[in-house]
Protein backbone atom coordinates (compact mmCIF):
# COMPACT_ATOMS: atom_id res chain seq x y z
CA UNK A 1 0.00 0.00 0.00
CA UNK A 2 1.38 3.24 -0.68
CA UNK A 3 2.42 5.66 1.78
CA UNK A 4 0.17 8.68 2.90
CA UNK A 5 1.48 11.85 4.34
CA UNK A 6 -0.36 13.04 8.05
CA UNK A 7 -1.31 16.66 7.11
CA UNK A 8 -0.78 17.78 10.46
CA UNK A 9 1.60 18.57 12.66
CA UNK A 10 -0.79 18.17 15.95
CA UNK A 11 0.95 14.69 17.61
CA UNK A 12 -2.26 14.51 19.18
CA UNK A 13 -4.17 14.28 16.08
CA UNK A 14 -1.59 11.71 14.34
CA UNK A 15 -1.49 9.69 17.15
CA UNK A 16 -5.36 9.39 17.04
CA UNK A 17 -5.72 8.50 13.12
CA UNK A 18 -2.92 6.21 13.48
CA UNK A 19 -4.30 4.08 16.28
CA UNK A 20 -8.10 4.32 14.53
CA UNK A 21 -6.61 2.79 11.22
CA UNK A 22 -4.39 0.21 13.15
CA UNK A 23 -7.77 -1.25 13.40
CA UNK A 24 -9.35 0.26 9.90
CA UNK A 25 -6.97 -0.61 7.43
CA UNK A 26 -3.66 -2.48 9.68
CA UNK A 27 -1.93 -2.42 6.18
CA UNK A 28 -1.90 1.25 5.92
CA UNK A 29 1.30 3.23 5.74
CA UNK A 30 1.55 6.76 7.55
CA UNK A 31 4.09 9.47 7.38
CA UNK A 32 4.26 12.91 9.42
CA UNK A 33 4.41 16.43 7.49
CA UNK A 34 7.44 16.98 9.60
CA UNK A 35 9.85 14.64 7.70
CA UNK A 36 9.32 17.24 4.85
CA UNK A 37 11.59 20.00 5.57
CA UNK A 38 10.16 22.43 2.76
CA UNK A 39 6.25 21.92 3.93
CA UNK A 40 4.71 25.16 5.36
CA UNK A 41 1.95 25.38 8.24
CA UNK A 42 -1.48 25.72 6.21
CA UNK A 43 -3.58 28.61 7.98
CA UNK A 44 -7.03 27.28 8.57
CA UNK A 45 -8.68 30.25 6.76
CA UNK A 46 -11.80 28.61 5.43
CA UNK A 47 -15.84 29.12 5.90
CA UNK A 48 -16.17 24.96 6.54
CA UNK A 49 -14.13 22.24 7.83
CA UNK A 50 -14.61 21.48 4.19
CA UNK A 51 -12.64 23.86 2.54
CA UNK A 52 -9.56 23.54 5.72
CA UNK A 53 -9.52 19.64 5.28
CA UNK A 54 -9.51 20.33 1.48
CA UNK A 55 -6.90 22.89 1.63
CA UNK A 56 -4.37 20.90 3.93
CA UNK A 57 -5.03 17.38 2.13
CA UNK A 58 -4.02 19.57 -1.43
CA UNK A 59 -0.62 21.07 0.04
CA UNK A 60 1.02 17.90 2.20
CA UNK A 61 0.19 15.98 -1.53
CA UNK A 62 1.88 18.94 -3.72
CA UNK A 63 4.71 19.01 -1.29
CA UNK A 64 5.14 15.43 -0.57
CA UNK A 65 4.32 13.83 -3.90
CA UNK A 66 2.17 11.42 -1.39
CA UNK A 67 -1.20 11.08 -0.86
CA UNK A 68 -2.19 13.09 1.97
CA UNK A 69 -4.71 12.64 4.19
CA UNK A 70 -5.69 15.62 6.27
CA UNK A 71 -8.60 16.40 8.38
CA UNK A 72 -10.34 19.22 10.32
CA UNK A 73 -12.41 19.07 13.42
CA UNK A 74 -14.70 21.53 15.75
CA UNK A 75 -17.28 21.79 18.46
CA UNK A 76 -20.34 23.08 17.64
CA UNK A 77 -22.31 24.21 20.86
CA UNK A 78 -25.99 24.78 20.78
CA UNK A 79 -26.07 27.34 23.40
CA UNK A 80 -23.12 29.34 21.77
CA UNK A 81 -25.41 29.43 18.09
CA UNK A 82 -23.14 26.54 16.88
CA UNK A 83 -19.84 28.49 18.42
CA UNK A 84 -16.74 27.95 18.78
CA UNK A 85 -17.34 25.18 15.06
CA UNK A 86 -14.64 25.69 12.51
CA UNK A 87 -12.22 28.46 14.79
CA UNK A 88 -12.56 25.74 17.73
CA UNK A 89 -8.35 25.54 17.71
CA UNK A 90 -8.38 29.18 17.40
CA UNK A 91 -11.27 29.90 19.72
CA UNK A 92 -8.94 31.97 22.39
CA UNK A 93 -6.15 31.88 20.14
CA UNK A 94 -4.45 31.06 22.83
CA UNK A 95 -4.39 26.89 23.12
CA UNK A 96 -6.27 24.08 24.46
CA UNK A 97 -6.45 25.18 27.85
CA UNK A 98 -7.35 28.92 27.51
CA UNK A 99 -9.69 27.54 25.09
CA UNK A 100 -11.82 25.19 27.67
CA UNK A 101 -11.63 27.97 29.83
CA UNK A 102 -13.27 30.08 27.50
CA UNK A 103 -16.34 28.25 26.71
CA UNK A 104 -16.90 27.45 30.29
CA UNK A 105 -17.20 31.53 30.87
CA UNK A 106 -18.63 31.93 27.73
CA UNK A 107 -21.55 28.70 29.11
CA UNK A 108 -21.86 30.02 32.75
CA UNK A 109 -24.85 29.82 34.14
CA UNK A 110 -26.40 27.60 31.28
CA UNK A 111 -28.30 24.52 33.11
CA UNK A 112 -27.27 21.27 32.24
CA UNK A 113 -30.27 20.36 29.67
CA UNK A 114 -29.24 23.56 27.15
CA UNK A 115 -25.67 22.39 26.86
CA UNK A 116 -25.38 19.73 24.10
CA UNK A 117 -22.62 20.13 21.53
CA UNK A 118 -21.44 18.02 18.26
CA UNK A 119 -18.14 17.11 17.50
CA UNK A 120 -17.66 17.17 13.93
CA UNK A 121 -15.08 16.12 11.24
CA UNK A 122 -14.23 16.20 7.93
CA UNK A 123 -11.54 14.27 6.34
CA UNK A 124 -10.01 14.91 3.11
CA UNK A 125 -7.83 12.72 1.05
CA UNK A 126 -5.86 14.06 -1.91
CA UNK A 127 -3.92 12.73 -4.50
CA UNK A 128 -1.02 14.24 -6.12
CA UNK A 129 -2.41 16.35 -9.46
CA UNK A 130 -5.69 14.62 -8.81
CA UNK A 131 -9.05 14.34 -7.07
CA UNK A 132 -10.26 15.15 -3.20
CA UNK A 133 -11.66 12.72 -1.53
CA UNK A 134 -14.18 13.78 1.41
CA UNK A 135 -16.06 12.55 4.34
CA UNK A 136 -18.16 13.71 7.20
CA UNK A 137 -18.61 12.23 11.29
CA UNK A 138 -20.18 13.78 14.01
CA UNK A 139 -20.53 12.74 17.78
CA UNK A 140 -23.44 14.35 20.13
CA UNK A 141 -22.88 15.24 23.23
CA UNK A 142 -22.74 18.22 25.89
CA UNK A 143 -20.24 20.41 27.59
CA UNK A 144 -19.49 19.57 31.17
CA UNK A 145 -19.39 22.46 34.40
CA UNK A 146 -15.26 21.31 34.84
CA UNK A 147 -12.84 19.61 33.10
CA UNK A 148 -12.35 16.58 33.91
CA UNK A 149 -9.91 13.78 32.49
CA UNK A 150 -6.99 13.76 31.67
CA UNK A 151 -6.65 11.54 28.60
CA UNK A 152 -7.04 13.39 24.97
CA UNK A 153 -6.67 16.64 23.83
CA UNK A 154 -8.81 19.63 22.63
CA UNK A 155 -12.10 19.61 24.12
CA UNK A 156 -12.16 16.15 25.41
CA UNK A 157 -11.89 17.27 29.42
CA UNK A 158 -15.45 18.97 28.35
CA UNK A 159 -17.43 17.05 26.21
CA UNK A 160 -19.36 14.38 27.73
CA UNK A 161 -20.87 12.05 24.31
CA UNK A 162 -24.02 11.06 24.31
CA UNK A 163 -25.03 8.32 26.92
CA UNK A 164 -21.93 8.63 28.74
CA UNK A 165 -21.69 10.15 32.42
CA UNK A 166 -17.58 10.72 31.72
CA UNK A 167 -16.14 12.94 29.33
CA UNK A 168 -14.11 12.21 26.81
CA UNK A 169 -10.58 12.58 28.15
CA UNK A 170 -11.86 10.54 31.74
CA UNK A 171 -13.05 7.62 29.25
CA UNK A 172 -9.60 7.44 27.59
CA UNK A 173 -8.63 6.73 23.74
CA UNK A 174 -10.01 3.17 23.24
CA UNK A 175 -13.32 4.04 23.98
CA UNK A 176 -12.92 7.17 22.06
CA UNK A 177 -12.04 5.48 19.16
CA UNK A 178 -14.84 3.73 18.92
CA UNK A 179 -17.52 6.26 18.67
CA UNK A 180 -15.72 9.42 17.77
CA UNK A 181 -16.18 12.07 15.03
CA UNK A 182 -12.55 11.14 13.63
CA UNK A 183 -13.00 7.67 13.89
CA UNK A 184 -16.79 8.07 12.22
CA UNK A 185 -14.99 10.43 9.39
CA UNK A 186 -12.14 8.22 9.10
CA UNK A 187 -13.95 5.05 8.46
CA UNK A 188 -16.05 6.63 5.69
CA UNK A 189 -13.42 7.89 3.66
CA UNK A 190 -11.73 4.17 4.00
CA UNK A 191 -12.45 2.85 0.51
CA UNK A 192 -10.97 5.97 -1.20
CA UNK A 193 -8.36 4.91 1.12
CA UNK A 194 -8.37 1.72 0.27
CA UNK A 195 -8.07 2.37 -3.67
CA UNK A 196 -4.61 4.01 -3.76
CA UNK A 197 -3.40 0.11 -2.48
Not at 149 to 174: C, H, M, Q, S, V
Amino acid sequence: MAEIVLATRNQGKVREVKRIFRKLLPAARFVSLAGFPKAREVRETGNTLEENAGKKARYAAGVSGLPALAEDSGIFVDALGGRPGVKSSRYSSKGDAANNKKMLHELRGVPAGKRGAAYKCVAALAVPGGRVFFARGECRGKIGFVEKGKNGFGYDPLFIPAGFAKTFAELGPRVKDGMSHRKRALKRILPAVKRLA
